[in-house]
């Protein structure tokens, strides 16, 4: 079998997370995140939206992870999202770091909106 190291060109990826801090390009982020093309902020949660909705055009697919467990996100930030033609994938957050560093080396058009564990 051969393997081959996994290139990253467009983002970091997710290298590590743990109880309310995610680990970015070497750099620990404390608090929920919101990783975008080009781009790392604080999220304050799901009614903070609107870099989110600035940023539509270079997102296919936002992966939100809920935290230690799988969770419901609210109605009116997943139909806010929808709308603006951006696909919403809510998992746990440890999912969902798993699944945005595997869509990232791909080079797919993705974004996370994270809470920590």
């Not at 296919?60 to 969770?71: K, M, R």
């Not at 699944?99 to 797919?108: D, F, H, I, K, M």
Request: with cysteine.
């Amino acid at each position: 079998m051969r393997l081959s190291e996994v290139q990253y060109t467009d983002a970091a990826p997710i290298e590590g997370y743990g109880p309310g801090f995610f680990r970015i390009g070497g750099q620990l982020w404390d608090g929920a995140l919101l990783i975008l093309p080009g781009a790392i902020h604080p999220w304050a949660g799901y009614d903070d939206l609107d870099v989110i909705l600035k940023n539509r055009a270079d997102i296919d697919v936002l992966f939100i992870g809920t935290g230690a467990e799988i969770a419901h996100i609210p109605q009116a930030a997943r139909e806010r999202l929808e709308e603006a033609g951006i696909g919403v994938e809510p998992m746990s957050s440890p999912s969902a770091c798993r699944t945005y560093n595997v869509l990232l080396s791909e080079g797919r058009r993705i974004a996370a909106a994270l809470l920590p564990v």
